[in-house]
């Protein structure tokens, strides 16, 4: 095992635990501030709160940008403190569009599993023609 894998399982033996807690916790948060009726099971597949939630993350990206404008050369609009309520609203709504996708986390991270191992394939494949 490489040293960057031993930190990355250092890193996310107690991550596990915090994101599952997080999810839960915006799945409860949604159920109470959609007045979502107990019987029904979240996450859910729901189209309309899902179109709903996706225009709101390209709102929270819009806010993102306006907190770091380095990525268009101007270097005096950078508030860090601003970037990390954005970045962590940004997350937020995320949860948000898997669980009006009717996902979980665990559903998630396994497509990221595959995504991430095409990546590499395709890294590779780059190293290989090199």
Known sequence: MSKDQKEVEVISSGLDFELCFFFERQ???QR???????????PADDQSRYAKNLLLFFEEIGE????DKRWRGDHSTFRKAAKKR???DVF?????LLIYSGWNLIDLLEYVG???DNNDKKL????NDS
């Open 27 to 29: 799945v409860a948060f």
């Open 92 to 96: 937020i709504v995320f949860m948000n």
């Open 124 to 127: 590779d494949g780059k190293k």
């Open 86 to 88: 954005e970045l962590a």
């Open 32 to 42: 109470e501030y959609e007045n979502i009726d107990r019987e029904l099971k979240l």
């Open 114 to 116: 595959f995504a991430m």
């Open 64 to 67: 993102l940008l306006q907190e």
